[in-house]
């Protein structure tokens, strides 16, 4: 079992960035899949970005303004937000997947307003 720990949300002005961290319990080495997704109220939860092998692939809504990464020796996945906008608004999750399970952290809440 792997647990994981969002951080970075917060309050940001339009225009603004956050950067999210997903901080694993053991090592992501062996993580085949990587994700963000997104949950905003009255909507369904929707994919933002995911990392498999070297490929990265976006939300249309978030291309060229979200980067997602990955630093082994941390544990750690990112995702970068640039250029916020008030519909980026939302709960966060990272997902992570390996030959073993399929684990998701509890969310992190990001709220562009100004």
């Known amino acids: 079992q792997v647990q ?4 970075g949300g917060g309050l ?8 999210l961290s997903c901080s ?5 080495f062996f993580m085949n899949f990587m994700a963000w997704y997104r949950q905003a109220p009255g909507k369904e939860r929707e994919l933002v970005a995911s ?11 978030v291309k060229g303004r979200f ?4 630093d082994n020796a941390k544990n750690t996945v990112y995702l ?15 997902n992570l997947q390996d030959r073993w399970g ?3 952290g509890q969310g ?4 562009v307003s100004s």
Do not use: F, H
């Not at 694993?24 to 992501?28: G, K, L, Q, V």
């Not at 970068?80 to 990272?94: G, H, I």
């Not at 992190?108 to 709220?111: E, G, K, L």
């Open 12 to 19: 940001v002005q339009p225009g603004g960035s956050l950067r």
């Open 4 to 7: 994981l720990v969002e951080s």
């Open 67 to 70: 980067t997602i990464s990955k």
């Open 51 to 61: 990392l498999r092998a070297y490929s990265t692939n976006y939300a249309e809504s």
């Open 80 to 94: 970068q937000m640039n250029s916020l906008k008030p519909e980026d608004t939302a709960v966060y999750y990272c």
């Open 102 to 104: 399929d684990y998701w």
């Open 24 to 28: 694993a319990s053991r090592t992501i």
């Open 108 to 111: 992190t809440q990001v709220t």
